[in-house]
């Protein structure tokens, strides 16, 4: 058989499509299967909580810190429900961490609040008894960057179709919208975010960066991090 | 014997009494722990069939000539021999292509291993557990303030600090979060009665309206309320006893004890969240169970010494 294969090169050309064929399906069809979908409830980033997710990045978070709950009951009982690959529709990267020096932070908006983290990010040893945390002081004053922010969201709005400004169905049976406008309009409306939660984080001096029309880090990363639900 | 099997025998025999040189001095105990035992074994097993496989191979490459039968195909005088597989070699190999089609195309997907399936086993046989081994832990008060304790250090700590205190740095501006170990903060009592507050399950009269005292009696009302309610009874404190009752300990349904923390309420809070002039708290629906949630509570009335 295999000699007589080797002799007849079309057929042996078919012989080897067949079997390249077989295997690509076994790999792309999975993908259209409904558990690959995105979850029904999750949303795309907001311009903010993108800025926020640049400065996560930056600062290296997911060195110490994961973004995946595995399916076991301790896990789930410290930071809610396992994860599941539809929830990462629009995390590009995705931030799933291989290293758990700090807890996983997959769903810390459950659990954890504006004020908390305006507290720990500033001195976490002084929130979290013993906590090897770094402090993240510099960003209390850098100036989150929304123009690159808002430049990703309209990036992959265009060329993955992240929808925005489109009904998204959520898991109570109601949809949701999440806009995407133009930079100016963007931009005021990171503001508005930006002070309300400026005004929960109870620091005057973000309030005032804030009040003079730009954003400090902190903000935007904790816009990000109370996304993570 | 040909001289590089005797070689190879005086190799390994010298390298074990290296080894044995070695280690021999240093008092090992080879009786007492197996696992020394072993080693030993598989050391001497290691090195001799390493010498001996190396033997085979420098053998057959000083003595082997090509010998057997030519397949019939050539290309160009270039010929091939007739290279059968192994008798077992090629049984098994069938056995197996027939044991991926049963496993692939039948075992597998129709009995399949489910990951999520073993994690909701996982959680149904520890919910059994638990609801066995703490059916009656209501009746046995020490245990039940130490499964309190237990899930307090782990969910709340981070905020109310290990001891519930709130974690104040200096002065009660500085608190992360409520200072569980007296009932109000004076900022708390400030601030409900200056902006009102309806989210701790009260509805029957729409919460607590906001401005209910003004001016200096505001201050007042804070000091006598976060010190507990001892000393003289401010004047102003009438506007608030319709409700929170003459002694401060709150009405069924209407409104809360200012005075001690009141199950309901702290159920409440613990249920919903709650969000005030310290900051806000995040609700444990969902992520403690019912047993878990009145055993916090206890534990939380406990801090303050009250009933």
């Keep these: 058989?295999?000699?007589?294969?080797?002799?007849?090169?079309?057929?042996?050309?078919?012989?080897?499509?067949?079997?390249?064929?077989?295997?690509?399906?076994?790999?792309?069809?999975?993908?259209?299967?409904?558990?690959?979908?995105?979850?029904?409830?999750?949303?795309?980033?907001?311009?903010?909580?993108?800025?926020?997710?640049?400065?996560?990045?930056?600062?290296?978070?997911?060195?110490?810190?994961?973004?995946?709950?595995?399916?076991?009951?301790?896990?789930?009982?410290?930071?809610?429900?396992?994860?599941?690959?539809?929830?990462?529709?629009?995390?590009?990267?995705?931030?799933?961490g291989s290293k758990r020096t700090g807890p996983d932070l997959m769903r810390v908006g459950n659990y954890r609040t504006t004020d908390w983290h305006a507290n720990h990010m500033?001195?976490?040893?002084?929130?979290?008894?013993?906590?090897?945390?770094?402090?993240?002081k510099h960003m209390y004053t850098n100036v989150a960057d929304i123009d690159t922010a808002w430049a990703e969201a309209e990036t992959v709005r265009k060329v993955f179709n992240v929808p925005y400004n489109t009904e998204i169905p959520l898991q109570d049976g109601t949809t949701a919208v999440v806009e995407l406008k133009d930079l100016a309009?963007?931009?005021?409306?990171?503001?508005?975010?930006?002070?309300?939660?400026?005004?929960?984080?109870?620091?005057?001096?973000?309030?005032?960066?804030?009040?003079?029309?730009?954003?400090?880090?902190?903000?935007?990363?904790?816009?990000?991090?109370?996304?993570?639900? | 014997m040909n001289k590089i099997v005797i070689?190879?025998?005086?190799?390994?025999?010298?390298?074990?009494?290296?080894?044995?040189?070695?280690?021999?001095?240093?008092?090992?105990?080879?009786?007492?722990?197996?696992?020394?035992?072993?080693?030993?074994?598989?050391?001497?097993?290691?090195?001799?069939i390493t010498v001996f496989v190396v033997i085979k191979y420098v053998n057959q490459m000083q003595n082997d000539t090509a010998s057997g039968e030519l397949a019939e195909h050539n290309w160009d005088g270039i010929g091939e021999y007739k290279n059968e597989l192994p008798t077992g070699w090629a049984i098994m190999f069938i056995?197996?292509?027939?044991?991926?089609?049963?496993?692939?195309?039948?075992?597998?997907?129709?009995?399949?291993?489910?990951?999520?399936?073993?994690?909701?086993?996982?959680?149904?046989?520890?919910?059994?557990?638990?609801?066995?081994?703490?059916?009656?832990?209501?009746?046995?008060?020490?245990?039940?303030?130490?499964?309190?304790?237990s899930v307090f250090n782990v969910n709340c700590a981070p905020c109310h600090g290990n001891t519930g205190d709130g974690l104040a740095t200096a002065g009660e501006e500085t608190l992360k979060a409520a200072n569980l170990t007296h009932r109000l903060d004076a900022i708390t009592v400030k601030n409900v009665i200056e902006n009102g507050s309806n989210q701790l399950g009260y509805e029957a009269m729409g919460g607590m309206p906001a401005g209910m005292?003004?001016?200096?009696?505001?201050?007042?009302l804070a000091v006598y309320i976060a010190g507990g309610m001892s000393g003289e009874k401010p004047a102003a404190y009438a506007a608030c006893a319709s409700c929170h009752g003459e002694d401060g300990m709150g009405m069924e349904g209407v409104a809360p004890s200012i005075k001690t923390f009141d199950a309901n309420m702290v159920a409440y809070v613990l249920s919903h969240g709650k969000k005030g002039a310290i900051g806000k708290m995040p609700s444990f629906a969902g992520i403690l169970n019912d047993t878990q949630l009145e055993a916090a509570a206890a534990y939380v009335q406990s801090l303050s010494g009250a009933k």
Aim: hydrophobic share 45%; aromatic share 14%; with cysteine.
């Design chain 2, 7 to 48: 070689f190879g025998i005086v190799f390994t025999l010298a390298l074990l009494g290296v080894v044995f040189g070695i280690v021999g001095g240093k008092d090992v105990d080879m009786s007492g722990d197996m696992v020394n035992f072993y080693s030993a074994v598989a050391a001497v097993l290691i090195v001799s």
């Design chain 1, 122 to 136: 500033w001195e976490p040893a002084k929130t979290v008894a013993g906590s090897i945390m770094p402090a993240y």
């Design chain 2, 95 to 149: 056995i197996l292509i027939g044991w991926y089609i049963y496993y692939g195309l039948v075992k597998y997907p129709f009995n399949a291993y489910s990951q999520i399936g073993e994690y909701n086993e996982e959680v149904a046989e520890y919910n059994k557990k638990f609801a066995d081994t703490f059916a009656n832990i209501k009746n046995d008060p020490a245990k039940f303030l130490a499964m309190g304790k």
């Design chain 1, 1 to 96: 058989m295999f000699s007589w294969l080797e002799k007849n090169p079309f057929f042996f050309a078919v012989g080897v499509f067949l079997v390249i064929a077989f295997a690509g399906l076994v790999e792309i069809l999975p993908n259209f299967a409904q558990a690959s979908r995105p979850v029904v409830g999750t949303k795309p980033y907001t311009v903010l909580e993108l800025a926020g997710r640049h400065v996560y990045i930056k600062d290296s978070c997911n060195a110490c810190h994961s973004q995946l709950i595995r399916p076991f009951k301790a896990e789930t009982d410290r930071y809610g429900s396992y994860s599941l690959s539809g929830e990462y529709a629009y995390d590009r990267p995705f931030l799933w």
């Design chain 1, 185 to 229: 309009a963007e931009k005021t409306k990171a503001l508005e975010e930006a002070a309300v939660i400026a005004k929960d984080m109870k620091r005057k001096d973000i309030e005032a960066i804030v009040s003079e029309g730009k954003i400090p880090e902190i903000v935007a990363l904790i816009a990000y991090l109370n996304s993570l639900k």
């Design chain 2, 213 to 220: 005292a003004a001016g200096d009696d505001v201050h007042t």
